[in-house]
């Protein structure tokens, strides 16, 4: 399975591709802290941790001491030392500095700031890969290769380290993300509660109305009250079509009604008709204000029935009706008096200015009177 990494420790990582780093590496023991705080000894090529028991405190005050990289021997680490002495030295020979062929690293852990150690046992011929020429490594050949390879696997673990943090950062989002989705489902939730309880009570109040008026019992199908709750008009108004299905009910059925259960096909909206609001201001052009609210609220109920807004059809739809000649007679009568109305009360009379063609034609007249008298 594909996975990230730096999901694990960055030397579980760098141990899978040793070998890329240098070839040929036989022995290599890492000792870390985990993000648990656990202290950890692997080996190369070891798929379990070894054995830590009587070795832990030997290995965290190994892990205190302060020193980057170094060439040690295996006697010279006590918990990588099985039963083997140490050589005492009174002064180095080159077969001793020879022998100190394990290379130690430190890195600090970001986990319990003591050093995380890298043990790499480099063979004369391992060594001898990094150098050009020569058979035996002089001591500053050694120091350039303890400095590259400090520096080189230093970089891969804190990229690893880095890697981590980001990927720690956009889980951090992903779960406030997360934490934020199941906040706003729960208040949802309690929102479509609300809204619940609120919609029955108002459909139990409807039925008591009814009830104690006409001594009817009320029901609501389920299919009738999910369509009602799915209406998005206001309250009164679906009263007002509730109301209005019972009275329907009650004309068609034959004596009296004891229970009437609603669906949705009896339930038709009765949206208010938009009323034109009358000028509240009287003056000398309050009749001519007021043919023009007529043919106003005409325009406006043609338009709801779907008709054309022409002549013929406004002055039919009028209350009481009059003939078109009359709308052109009032309109060719008093069209400089129109026009100035029109100019003063610019957000009235909007569907008859924009869609009933004789008062069109006469404002455009006026407005060409005025272009030929300025020429």
């Given at each position: ?6 999901i694990?420790?960055?030397i ?6 040793l070998?890329q ?6 022995k290599?023991?890492a000792?870390?802290s985990d993000?648990n705080?656990?202290?950890n000894?692997?080996a190369l090529g070891?798929k379990?941790?070894l ?5 832990k405190?030997?290995i ?7 020193r980057?990289s170094?060439?040690?021997?295996s ?10 002495q ?8 080159l077969t001793?500095?020879?022998?100190n062929?394990?290379?130690?690293l ?6 319990d700031?003591l050093?995380d150690v890298i ?16 058979k035996?490594l002089?001591?500053?050949?050694k120091?350039l ?8 696997i230093?970089?891969?673990?804190e990229t690893e380290?880095d890697?981590?943090k ?11 993300q ?6 706003s489902f729960?208040?949802n ?6 809204y619940?309880?609120?919609?029955n009570?108002?459909?139990t109040?409807?039925?008591k109305?009814?009830k104690?008026s ?8 389920p ?11 206001n ?8 109301l ?11 004596g009296?009604l004891?229970q009437?259960?609603?669906?949705p ?6 949206e208010?008709?938009?009323?034109v609001?009358k000028t509240?201001?009287s003056n000398k052009?309050?009749n001519i204000i007021d043919?023009?609210d ?7 109920e ?14 039919k ?16 009568k008093?069209?400089?008096t129109?026009?100035?109305?029109l100019?003063?009360y610019d957000?009235?009379?909007s569907?008859?200015?924009n ?5 069109i034609?006469?404002t455009?007249k ?7 008298k300025?020429?």
């Amino acid at each position: 399975m594909l996975k990230y990494s730096f999901i694990e420790h960055p030397i579980y990582y760098l141990f899978s591709t040793l070998d890329q780093l240098i070839p040929n590496v036989q022995k290599a023991y890492a000792v870390f802290s985990d993000s648990n705080k656990n202290i950890n000894l692997y080996a190369l090529g070891e798929k379990s941790k070894l054995d830590l028991r009587n070795k832990k405190h030997i290995i965290q005050k190994f892990r205190a001491e302060k020193r980057n990289s170094s060439w040690m021997r295996s006697d010279m680490i006590d918990f990588l030392n099985e039963g083997k002495q140490k050589k005492k030295i009174k002064q180095l020979s080159l077969t001793d500095e020879n022998e100190n062929n394990i290379l130690c690293l430190k890195f600090i852990s970001p986990y319990d700031d003591l050093y995380d150690v890298i043990f790499i046992e480099l063979t004369q011929s391992a060594l001898l890969q990094f150098v050009k020429e020569g058979k035996e490594l002089t001591t500053s050949q050694k120091t350039l290769i303890e400095a590259l390879l400090y520096n080189t696997i230093k970089a891969r673990i804190e990229t690893e380290y880095d890697n981590l943090k980001t990927h720690e950062v956009i889980i951090s989002s992903f779960e406030n993300q997360q934490s934020k989705i199941k906040g706003s489902f729960k208040e949802n939730e309690k929102l479509k509660r609300n809204y619940e309880q609120t919609f029955n009570y108002f459909l139990t109040s409807i039925a008591k109305e009814i009830k104690e008026s006409e001594d009817i019992k009320l029901d609501f199908s389920p299919t009738c009250m999910t369509y009602i709750s799915n209406l998005t008009t206001n309250l009164e108004v679906i009263r007002q079509s509730i109301l209005q299905a019972v009275t329907v009910y009650q004309n068609l059925s034959i004596g009296k009604l004891k229970q009437i259960t609603l669906e949705p096909e009896n339930i038709q909206i009765i949206e208010p008709k938009a009323i034109v609001p009358k000028t509240s201001f009287s003056n000398k052009h309050q009749n001519i204000i007021d043919i023009l609210d007529k043919y106003e609220s005409a325009a406006i109920e043609l338009g709801e029935k779907g008709m054309k807004v022409n002549g013929a059809n406004v002055a039919k739809q009028c209350t009481p009706s009059i003939t078109p000649a009359a709308i052109s007679f009032n309109l060719k009568k008093y069209a400089n008096t129109i026009n100035l109305l029109l100019n003063k009360y610019d957000n009235k009379w909007s569907t008859i200015k924009n869609q009933f063609k004789p008062l069109i034609n006469i404002t455009e007249k006026t407005e060409l009177d005025k272009k030929s008298k300025s020429a």
